[in-house]
């Protein structure tokens, strides 16, 4: 049975692997990719987004989100994944005719009431279209099967000590997201951390199909955190963890987000010892079966 999916995102280099599997994994319903601003601005992450759609020559439709975090000010991550968001491999160029019309939190709101089933979320980017959707359109939650995001961390950070990039970018929608009653899984830092891609994996992409050598040539200029030691491609494990959640160490917990400090804003202070859990924390899976899990589901692309 297709999982029917949503795909919130900011590509983003890791962003990237995650919607080609998500594009072309058979057991997914892919209803659309929306953008929003993160890793770099709203116009260079939907144009991405689009050259992905080209790439794989997909019908999914596109759908441009919000430009700025709901309070914070902007920041971005293009020290990590390029100037353009997606450096390193050369795309055609895209025709903004393949942009669809509608908001993406229009677009969301009518997916899901439109739905025959309900539809998983999957946020890899800051929050903010997310926690858009859930206030300006409550009615929604009663066809959101369960929110399963990358990002936040129940150990170090990645922009500051605690705090992980996309809940750095927009802690109040996190916080909105966290607090929204759904069922929640936070697939954060930790466990990429537990399972990188080595070097020598990166090297063997380049062989598999178009899409590993795509992918292999993102990675080469992808300066995520540790890069000596492999690459964390954060955002691809929400969608293996949703292929195979058995692989990975689970563990429930309260979240709850800082948006006030100054040098705290933006932590997933994680409460593993609550009484009231509102989030599944994804801890762990072994390398081995990431890295086999990652090669299994590009096989499913050109
Ligand atoms: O901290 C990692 C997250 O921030 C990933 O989603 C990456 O794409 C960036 O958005
Ligand atoms: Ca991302």
Do not use: W
């Not at 995520?224 to 990975?248: C, Q, R, S, W």
């Amino acid at each position: 049975m297709k999982q029917p999916i949503i795909i919130d995102t900011d590509p983003g280099i890791d962003d990237a692997a995650a919607i080609s599997i998500a594009l072309n994994h058979p057991n997914f319903d892919l209803k659309m990719i929306t953008t929003v601003n993160g890793n770099v601005g709203i116009e260079k992450t939907t144009a991405n987004a689009l050259k992905l759609k080209q790439f794989f020559n997909s019908n999914v439709p596109v759908h441009r989100g919000a430009s700025q975090p709901l309070l914070s000010e902007i920041v971005d991550a293009s020290d990590v994944h390029g100037e353009s968001g997606m450096e390193g491999y050369i795309f055609p160029e895209i025709a903004e005719s393949d942009l669809a019309s509608t908001h993406a939190v229009e677009a969301m709101k009518n997916a899901l009431l439109n739905s025959d089933a309900p539809i998983t979320l999957v946020p890899i980017g800051p929050l903010t279209n997310i926690a858009l959707l859930l206030t300006t359109y409550p009615e929604v939650k009663t066809y959101v099967k369960e929110i399963v995001l990358m990002g936040g961390s129940a150990s170090r950070g990645n922009v500051t000590p605690l705090a992980e990039f996309n809940i750095y970018c927009d802690p109040e929608a996190a916080q909105i997201v966290f607090n929204s009653g759904l069922p929640l899984t936070m697939v954060g830092l930790d466990v990429a951390r537990s399972s990188s891609l080595t070097h020598d994996t990166i090297n063997e992409l380049q062989s598999i199909n178009d899409t590993g050598n795509m992918l292999h040539q993102l990675f080469k200029h992808y300066r995520g955190d540790d890069f000596e030691k492999g690459i964390n491609v954060y955002d691809a494990y929400t969608i293996l963890y949703l292929l195979h959640p058995e692989n990975f160490a689970v563990q429930e917990a309260d979240v709850q987000i800082e948006t006030n400090g100054k040098l705290t804003k933006g932590a997933t202070v994680t409460d593993f010892k609550s009484h009231f859990p509102n989030t599944s924390v994804v801890l762990s899976v072994q390398a081995n079966i990431f890295k086999q899990m990652f090669i299994d589901a590009l096989q499913y692309c050109k």
